[in-house]
């Protein structure tokens, strides 16, 4: 059985994404079926959960895509305390009597709207001087990181308490959530770190997609395992077909461009039929292989 497409995994509490992946691996192990090419696309903090595209087979050349993709979560932010890692997991580093009402939250959110600039976490996977940044401030080094421009397409505040307030946001990628959490507490005069995370949408892929690993293994073990995955082209939701011949299909497979074609400009979906070729860019009647498919 060859295996190509998305699992997409509504990854629980405490897992890292490669743990992640890996359980998905020994699910299907245990269920006595090949393990195909697997990765995700795009991490998520152990202390987060949500939806975490899993990318088999073919789909693992698509799984770039992911990281590059705007993102949703929602999150609640704890006034009064910041910590090391500016989550739950870390060390209280700052203290606040300040806990601001809804109607000042509600007042600054517009400044985290847009375009901004944002400096992550020095917790964070970002390399300085060719090492992680987590790993030197573990070792107890002052890490610095540089600003980063991003976008916030949409926040809101979608529930408070006096102690706390939870928001929904869409953001670019790169955006960290647990800096906008910093900084949201930051500009209401108090400090704050995040104490719930999850991820509601990553590219095409929702919460109403994703699965549990429970439900993963009782998919697998069943009759028709490949229920468990959407199909490949479920990634490139955005992207549009281009309908080719047989013959042009093999002139992709082997790399060659299609000379003449009249393709509009952009990224499209090369299918032969049914069947994924390839992403392809088309250019002023010149379509190229951006990413080949070896499907049947």
Known sequence: ???????????????????????????????????????????????????????????????????????????????????????????????????????????????????????PPQYSALKVDGKRAYALARAGAEVTLAARQLTIHALTLTASTPESATFSSHVSKGTYIRSLARDI??????????????RTKSGPFSLGQAISLDKLTALVQGPTPEQALLPLMAGLDDIPALHITPDEAAALHQGRRLVGHP???????????????????????????????NLD
Request: aromatic share 4%; proline share 5%.
């Open 263 to 293: 393709a509009s400009n952009g990224t499209h979906l090369a299918c032969n039929g049914s069947v994924p070729v390839a992403l392809v860019e088309a250019h002023q009647g010149e379509v190229r292989v951006l990413r080949g498919f």
């Open 185 to 198: 507490a930051y500009a209401l005069g108090t400090v704050g770190h995040v104490t719930m995370l999850r």
């Open 1 to 119: 059985m060859s295996l190509n497409g998305w699992i997409i995994l509504d990854k629980p509490l405490g897992l890292t994404s490669a743990q992640g992946v890996a359980a998905v691996k020994r699910i299907f192990r245990t269920a006595g079926l090949p393990i195909p090419r697997i990765g995700h696309g795009g991490t998520l903090d152990p202390l987060a959960t949500g939806v975490l595209p899993i990318a088999l087979g073919e789909a693992t050349k698509l799984a770039g895509r992911m990281l590059d993709a705007a993102k949703a979560y929602d999150f609640t932010v704890q006034f009064g305390s910041e910590t090391s890692t500016l989550d739950a997991e870390g060390a209280i580093t700052a203290s606040s009597d300040v806990r601001p009402d809804a109607a000042a939250i509600a007042a600054v959110l517009p400044r985290f709207t847009g375009p901004i600039s944002q400096i």
